[in-house]
């Protein structure tokens, strides 16, 4: 599975604010969940912490869907 590219503005962002902005969940209580059921990877590894800064280049994964964080 390819990832998609999502932009940002600034050089990071909080692993919740990206599921959403990669629109891979729909609000911010949707990815607290996913995150503490351990649904979500970055870079290959489960996270469970919702505010995991991320950085250009990171890729997340929730399911069958995969983005990256690309810089604005």
């Given at each position: 599975m390819e990832p998609v590219d999502v932009p940002i503005t600034d050089n990071s962002i909080r692993l919740g604010q990206?599921?959403?902005?990669a629109?891979?969940?729909?609000s911010?209580?949707?990815a607290k969940a996913v995150i503490?059921?351990?649904l979500v990877?970055?870079?290959g590894e489960v996270e469970i912490r919702r505010g995991r800064?991320?950085?250009?280049g990171d890729t997340v994964t929730l399911g069958d869907q995969a983005a990256r964080v690309a810089g604005g």
């Amino acid at each position: 599975m390819e990832p998609v590219d999502v932009p940002i503005t600034d050089n990071s962002i909080r692993l919740g604010q990206f599921l959403k902005l990669a629109s891979l969940i729909d609000s911010g209580a949707d990815a607290k969940a996913v995150i503490a059921e351990g649904l979500v990877s970055v870079n290959g590894e489960v996270e469970i912490r919702r505010g995991r800064q991320l950085r250009p280049g990171d890729t997340v994964t929730l399911g069958d869907q995969a983005a990256r964080v690309a810089g604005g």
